[in-house]
């Protein structure tokens, strides 16, 4: 792999975390009891970063990140769009589906040459 290759492979690992590890911060302190809670954006945020991980990450060589990410993207899409809603259980799912995009990140992220 080029330096070059590398570098942007290691910015968008570094770059996913960063997003992953914030998308999860909202969804633990998401108050779903609360009728006030607004989905929209949340779920905006989620559609929109797993859209461009679905989509670059096996431009990458990072393909074991594509079924989950791509799972979540649907997911996120349909409730954007008004057709699912965003329950707790679904959010606690998501919550998983993120640990284990971080865990594979990381992974790739060490196989990288320094």
């Known amino acids: 792999m ?3 290759l590398e570098e942007i492979k290691r910015t968008f690992i570094d770059n996913s ?3 992953l590890l914030g998308l999860k911060e909202k969804l633990v302190n998401a108050d779903f009891l ?3 809670f607004k989905v929209d954006g949340i779920a905006e945020e989620v559609f929109m970063i797993m859209h461009g991980m679905s989509g670059t990450a ?3 060589g990072l393909d ?3 079924h989950v990410s791509r799972k979540l ?3 996120f899409d349909k ?3 008004g057709e699912k809603d965003l329950s707790e259980q679904l959010s606690l799912q998501t919550i998983r589906g993120i640990d284990s995009l971080i865990d594979e990140l990381r992974c790739n992220s060490e196989k990288i040459a320094l």
Do not use: A
């Open 17 to 19: 975390i960063d997003q």
């Open 58 to 60: 096996p431009m990458l």
């Open 79 to 81: 409730i954007r769009k």
């Open 73 to 75: 993207e649907l997911v």
């Open 34 to 36: 609360n009728p006030e």
């Open 2 to 4: 080029t330096d070059q």
């Open 64 to 66: 074991s990140l594509t």
